[in-house]
């Protein structure tokens, strides 16, 4: 049985895109990375020199940074990996830290331990 050519299933390409503007990828090694749920085309990726960046990829720019991921005193635990979910996402650090980012409707508190995105 012949198959007609046009029935063929078209091979996907993919293009290299630009790198990500406010995001130094060479002074920042990701660790880990997630899409934020819902999907709006937002990318949270942690790295290993302590800092999780919020990564637009339909601008190409990083949306924010934030570096005290673990509260206050915890400066020096790094993070090693992350997990979104519905609400946010989980950072897990070394000496078994664990931090949940939970996303706000409301208006920042003024401690600054809520963060938009």
Same mark, same amino acid.
């Given at each position: 049985? +012949?198959?007609?050519?046009?029935?063929?299933?078209?091979?996907?390409?993919?293009? +290299?895109?630009?790198?990500?503007?406010? =995001?130094?990828?060479?002074?920042?090694?990701?660790?880990?990375?997630?899409?934020?749920?819902?999907?709006?085309?937002? $990318?949270?990726?942690?790295?290993?020199?302590?800092?999780? =960046? $919020?990564?637009?990829?339909?601008? $190409?720019?990083?949306?924010?940074?934030?570096?005290? $991921? =673990? #509260?206050? #005193?915890?400066?020096?635990?790094?993070?090693?990996? +992350?997990?979104?979910?519905?609400?946010?996402?989980?950072?897990? #650090?070394?000496?078994?830290?664990?931090?949940?980012?939970?996303?706000?409707?409301?208006? +920042?508190?003024?401690?600054?331990?809520? =963060?938009?995105?």
């Amino acid at each position: 049985q +012949l198959k007609d050519v046009n029935s063929r299933a078209r091979e996907p390409s993919l293009k +290299l895109l630009a790198p990500f503007a406010d =995001f130094d990828a060479v002074s920042n090694k990701i660790n880990d990375h997630a899409w934020v749920e819902p999907a709006d085309g937002t $990318l949270v990726a942690c790295t290993q020199e302590g800092s999780v =960046f $919020l990564l637009c990829t339909e601008t $190409l720019r990083a949306k924010a940074s934030f570096g005290s $991921l =673990f #509260g206050q #005193g915890q400066s020096a635990t790094m993070p090693f990996c +992350l997990q979104s979910f519905s609400q946010g996402f989980v950072v897990g #650090g070394s000496e078994g830290m664990v931090a949940l980012w939970e996303k706000v409707d409301g208006p +920042l508190d003024e401690a600054g331990e809520a =963060f938009r995105f």
